[in-house]
């Protein structure tokens, strides 16, 4: 089982850009359905956004559709979630997720193989 750790967080003003990034280690990705999560202060765990296996297919929530990109380097062990045009209520610790089987927007959390630990976005208004 792969294991998982997010970077690229951190605080920002609405309408600014970050790129958050997820290295896999012990095992390799392209046998997983990658996605990212978030949980912003008070809330449950929400789906972001997701990747098949071989990058044809993305899912987003609808709330970035249009501003966020995922992405992914099979061969180097990564994932990506560009972010454009941050608004303040995308404030939350973001997740990176691996899962064997698709990773859809209904996706529950605890349906997930595998959590990073998250990393922190915090938007300014």
């Known amino acids: 089982q792969v294991q998982l750790v997010e970077s690229g967080g951190g605080l920002v003003q609405a309408g600014d850009s970050l790129r958050l990034s997820c290295a896999a280690s012990g095992g390799t990705i392209s046998t997983y359905f990658m996605g990212w999560f978030r949980q912003a202060p008070g809330k449950e765990r929400e789906f972001v956004a997701s990747i098949s296996w071989k990058s044809m297919t993305t899912y987003y929530v609808d709330s970035v559709k249009g501003r966020f990109t995922i992405s992914r380097v099979n061969a180097k062990n990564m994932v990506y979630l560009q972010m454009n045009g941050l608004k303040p209520e995308d404030r939350a610790v973001y997740y990176c997720?691996?899962?064997?089987?698709?990773?859809?927007?209904?996706?529950?959390?605890?349906?997930?193989?595998?959590w990073g630990q998250g990393t922190l976005v915090t938007v300014s208004s």
């Open positions: 997720a691996a899962d064997s089987d698709r990773i859809k927007p209904s996706t529950a959390g605890v349906d997930i193989d595998v």
